[in-house]
């Protein structure tokens, strides 16, 4: 019983901590900082309880892409920590919402509530640049670089190519940027999906609930890596489950395992470099195929 219990609390727990030191950053304007001491303390959390309390033992053993799954990480994080500095830099952050926002935003609402609203805009560009990355050939393509794992843990979170992460950032950023949200929201958009992402993919046994009707759980997203087109595409929800259920790609079967077995039917190049330049392979290997058929293939 006490079991069930600390595998219910465990996830909004982590989550709880993680905002913590993050509110307190963005209050005394150290928001940056806090978040990158943030985002490692929570790596190294993860990291003990993964081996402490595995959801699917199997991914405990080595997939030989620890590499990849780094660079990956590191290209991408530093890229878009660079984005963020120049923008500040050159004063775009303070023309479109400033400190206090622009336009209608509601900017006299309690900071929880404008980081919610934050959030709900942000989720729609997000969910949409993730369902067209499935349904659309060419974007398939580097999105499959992700798909790719064999397992799921926090470490390969962030193995996302770096034109995917473009994508994901020209569907949600300006939809922020356009509603005059201020620069706090923007940091803690930010740092929520990065905490969120993290828990999406770890592997530590956990229970959600009523939580799977809100959050991108790592009992949702597991269904979302499936192999079985049914079930993988589906789920596509960053941070919030929203639009999955308002535009019908919710899915959650509680009679049974997500499946183990995850990845794409395609090989997939070993290195990091291979994994940057295969999807321009494909992409050229598309111009005499038939898309239906190569799009089997891949998938």
């Known amino acids: 019983m006490l079991r069930k219990i600390f595998e219910y609390l465990l996830w909004p727990l982590i989550l709880v901590a993680a905002l913590i030191p993050t509110g307190i950053g963005i209050a005394h304007k150290q928001g ?11 790596a190294a959390l993860l990291f003990f309880l993964e081996r402490k309390f595995p959801h699917e033992k199997e991914w ?6 620890e590499f990849p799954d780094f660079a990956h990480t590191a290209f991408t994080k530093s890229f878009v920590q660079l984005l963020i500095v120049s923008a500040t830099v050159i004063g775009l952050a ?17 900071m929880f509530l404008q980081v919610v609203l934050g959030l709900v805009i942000a ?16 974007l398939w393509y580097f999105h499959a670089v992700h798909h790719s794992s064999k397992k799921l843990w926090f470490f390969n979170t962030g193995r996302f190519h770096i034109v995917d992460t473009l994508k994901s950032m020209i569907f949600s950023a300006p939809l922020l940027a356009l509603s005059g949200a201020p620069k706090d929201v923007m940091l803690w958009f930010g740092a929520i999906t990065a905490y969120i992402g993290f828990l999406t993919h770890c592997n530590i046994q956990m229970r959600f609930g009523w939580l799977n009707y809100i959050f991108n759980t790592p009992a949702l997203h597991r269904w979302h890596h499936s192999k079985d087109l049914r079930e993988g595409n589906k789920n596509y929800g960053e941070n919030l489950m929203l639009w999955d259920l308002v535009f019908g790609t919710y899915y959650d079967d509680t009679n049974r395992r997500p499946p183990v077995e995850i990845g794409i039917k395609s090989a997939m190049p070993k290195s990091f470099w291979g994994q940057v330049v295969e999807p321009f392979r494909w992409h050229k290997f598309q111009t005499s195929a038939k898309e239906g058929t190569h799009k089997r293939e891949l998938l």
Do not use: C, K
Not at 60 to 65: E, I, P
């Open 123 to 138: 989720e729609f560009g997000l969910y949409w640049a993730h369902r067209i990355a499935h349904e659309w050939m060419p």
């Open 60 to 65: 405990l053993h080595s997939d030989g892409q």
């Open 32 to 42: 940056p900082l806090a978040f990158n001491i943030t985002y490692f303390s929570l």
């Open 94 to 110: 303070d023309v479109v919402g400033g400190d206090q926002g622009t336009g209608l935003w509601p900017n006299h609402w309690p």
